[in-house]
């Protein structure tokens, strides 16, 4: 086992407290958010440069963005399946490897066939790290700080789309695009060194059997004085033979499914991508100006990072349901109003009102779902299929995201950017819709607790809400 899973003096002092080393688990492997927030943000402005240098059509431009995500389709299934076998640790250090070659391929392409290959890989790492970093932590955390510490990977995605919009108003001449790629190497080793030094999953080893080294990891990142044995004892009890998949089949997990993969569904199809992606483009085109457009895309990474921050506070203050059940209207508002601006066509509209809109959008959808989204698939799914159901949540994440990024230009070219932004609004209305009727609320509960109530007969949610005022 890492160094990390020694035996930890206990005394008085650090009785009640969780150690430093959780937060150092926490901290370092999110760093695959990082990566996976700058791969997927850097293209925003790198497209206003790259589109002219290779000279891309908006088609052209729309496989360049979403070649990304059908490998993060991939990535996202197959690393499910490697963990199964192999341990969620391991598996994220593959997935930093990867994010270096593909950050290098990246920059150094000659053409748009290289390019589009070398985002293809990036796209695998991208899936990698957003369907297994979020099961990681989820594996390691207490209930009582799970959220904040797993949610601490979106706020890590939001700071890479910020510092990747930074880049990208920086390095604004013809070329820079090849340095904005380049960069993504020096976080994605550090992330490979970092994982070397941290322990395995405790929930994986109990899962293969091997209770003493998840006692002795378990032991180093819980408070001095926790009752480890019970822990180990509830992981046991819900545990199954690794890489039964028999489960995902089984009548009884499909609630959680149906939360995960709706979830996933709507994280994207209420439009924060299209933003993410398109901002700077959508508004240099409506007359903004590139200067205006990139400054923009700065303040969208500003809002996603304050986003982060506040997402962080209310997914354990308030809940995961009620977190979302209180910002999603307001992130349908501002869609909403971004799309009233735009009905007298781009010259017209008032350019401080799109501006707050779109920044209100951000605001309220990054806390509303987004602060969510890679929370809720690790919390509902059981431990037997964490690894592989966890995959389908993270492909329908991706997927959607595909049916964004290639059709965002496109719609507006169809329906226009009012039209587009309306349809987005309208979406939002369906997920409160949906987190109202099927969501349960998961804050404070353990993954045993979690479990037991999925496979309880009855409604999902009615279950686990009766369970937390027993």
């Not at 002092?13 to 150092?24: C, D, E, K, S």
């Not at 999603?328 to 009102?353: D, I, R, T």
Request: hydrophobic share 55%; proline share 4%.
């Amino acid at each position: 086992m890492p160094e990390l899973t020694a035996q930890r003096p206990r005394d008085a002092r650090t009785a009640g407290r969780h150690p430093r080393q959780l937060y150092a688990v926490a901290a370092v492997s999110a760093l695959g958010g990082l990566l996976f927030g700058y791969d997927t943000g850097i293209i925003s402005g790198a497209l206003l440069h790259l589109r002219e240098d290779l000279h891309l059509s908006s088609r052209a431009q729309e496989v360049v963005v979403s070649v990304i995500l059908v490998g993060a389709m991939v990535g996202a299934l197959w690393s499910g399946r490697l963990a199964v076998r192999h341990g969620r640790r391991r598996v994220v250090q593959w997935v930093a490897v990867v994010f270096a070659a593909g950050a290098l391929a990246s920059a150094v392409a000659p053409d748009t066939g290289a390019l589009i290959a070398a985002r293809f890989v990036l796209g695998l790492a991208v899936g990698g790290a957003s369907n297994m970093v979020p099961v990681y932590i989820a594996e390691v955390a207490p209930a009582a700080i799970r959220g904040r510490l797993m949610v601490l990977f979106q706020l890590m995605v939001a700071i890479g789309q910020l510092v990747s919009y930074l880049c990208g108003w920086l390095l604004t001449e013809h070329g820079g695009w090849r340095v904005m790629f380049a960069l993504a190497v020096i976080p994605a080793a550090v992330l490979a060194v970092g994982m070397m030094r941290l322990p395995e999953s405790p929930r994986w080893l109990v899962e293969r059997g091997d209770a003493e080294s998840a006692r002795a990891v378990l032991t180093r990142l819980r408070p001095v004085g926790a009752d480890v044995d019970a822990e180990i004892a509830g992981i046991s009890e819900v545990s199954a033979p690794a890489g039964d998949r028999r489960a995902l089949r089984q009548r009884w997990i499909r609630p959680a499914l149906l939360v995960a993969v709706g979830i996933a569904a709507f994280s994207q199809l209420t439009g924060i991508n299209a933003m993410v992606y398109y901002a700077p483009t959508i508004l240099a085109d409506a007359g903004f100006g590139d200067s205006v457009a990139l400054l923009t895309g700065v303040g969208i990474g500003l809002m996603l990072v304050v986003a982060g921050v506040t997402g962080a506070i209310a997914v354990d203050a308030l809940g995961r349901r009620r977190t979302i059940l209180w910002f999603v209207p307001l992130s349908g508002l501002a869609m909403a109003v971004l799309g009233a601006a735009f009905l007298g066509g781009g010259a017209q509209a008032p350019k401080p009102l799109v501006i707050v809109a779109l920044f209100a959008y951000i605001l309220c959808n990054g806390i509303g779902i987004q602060s969510v989204v890679w929370l809720i698939a690790p919390e509902v799914l059981p431990l037997s299929v964490r690894g592989p159901a966890t995959s389908l949540a993270t492909l329908g994440v991706w997927g959607f995201d595909l049916l964004i990024a290639v059709t965002a230009l496109s719609a507006i070219g169809a329906i226009g950017r009012s039209g587009t932004f309306f349809v987005y609004a309208a979406m939002n209305v369906l997920c409160v819709v949906f987190v109202a009727l099927k969501v349960p609320e998961t804050r404070g509960r353990s993954l045993e607790d979690i479990e037991k109530a999925l496979r309880t007969p009855g409604s999902f949610r009615r279950n686990l809400s009766a369970a937390a005022s027993d």
